[in-house]
């Protein structure tokens, strides 16, 4: 059998997939290759593995949003191009042929051309650093953000003060039907 260094052995499990990852300060948009992700649990918890090194870190540091961004294969030349050089001193998205598209949750635009888009929060290490109010609202995804935001604190729900802003109303298909401007007027009396 051959003896393998263990510098080398951890490659041998591939966290993959190979993704994107778009950041923004700004209207600086800017997006890089990740191939170390790993989806950590079921709340859902995501990881990669990024660091100073590279431009879009600071941005994740500054902002705590990014995108993660699931390309399909035909897009292999921008993945190796898009993490081969840096957002320092590139329009990656225009170099790439990339289209930025509006995320809902987050200031951090998608990727038109890519198969999926998952719009993340970088709450654990806001809260590391000091941060201790969050804000949602039941309308940042029909509810989702505010049960993302739920299980992403929920063994530090005493670090955090919790803010929501309510009041839109939606039938059950989600479509939107109006605020709740006044306590007495009920919902569905709005058009
Ligand atoms: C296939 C591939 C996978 C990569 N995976 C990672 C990774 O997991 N983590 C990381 O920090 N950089 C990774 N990189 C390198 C970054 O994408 C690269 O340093 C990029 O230029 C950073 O861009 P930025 O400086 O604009 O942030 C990968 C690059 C390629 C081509």
Redesign the pocket.
Known sequence: MKEFPIEKAFMLIEPGP?VFVT?AVGRRK????????MVMDFTPKLA????S?????QALLQTKECVIAIPSADMSEA??G???????D?D?FRKFGLTPAKAKAIKVPLVAECIANIECRVIDHALDLGVNFLDTADMYGCGDNERLVGQAIRRRRDEVVLATKFGNVRDEQGNFLGVIWRKTRRPSTLN
């Not at 990669?48 to 660091?51: A, I, L, P, R």
């Open positions: 190979v950041t800017n997006i890089m290759t990740i191939s170390w992700t990669f593995v990024t660091g090194w590279n431009h879009s870190y993945v190796v898009i993490g081969t050089c840096s957002g320092a590139t990656k």
